[in-house]
C-alpha cells in the first residue's frame, strides 16, 4: 500500500494539490485517508515523493509537515504558484480533478 501511495504522489501537477481522502479513494478505501497521513509523514524521499502537495479535505496544511512544519510546506506550494491564505489553499483552484 505504502508502494500506491508514493507512486500516486508522482501523478501529481505542478501547481496542484491533493487530499488525503484522494489518495484514499485511489487506494479504493476512503477510510483509509489517516493510513495515508501516517505514510506520507513517514515518507522515505522528500524530493522524490512531493508529500508536501497532499492537503486536509479542507485544503488546510499539516500542522506536523514531517519536513520542516508547516512554514516549509508552505514555502514549497507558493514556490510552485499556489496561494496560501492562513495555511489554507483553494481547492477549487489548486486541487488536482
Known sequence: MKDKVYEFLLTIPSGKVVTYGQIAEYLENKKLARVVGNILHNNPNEEKY?????????????????????????????????????YRVDLNKYQMK
Do not use: D, H, R, T
Open 50 to 86: 512531493p508529500c508536501y502537495k497532499v492537503v486536509n479535505s479542507k485544503g488546510c496544511l499539516s500542522n506536523s509537515f514531517a519536513f520542516g512544519g508547516i512554514e516549509k510546506q508552505k514555502e514549497k506550494l507558493e514556490k510552485e504558484g499556489i496561494v496560501v491564505n492562513n
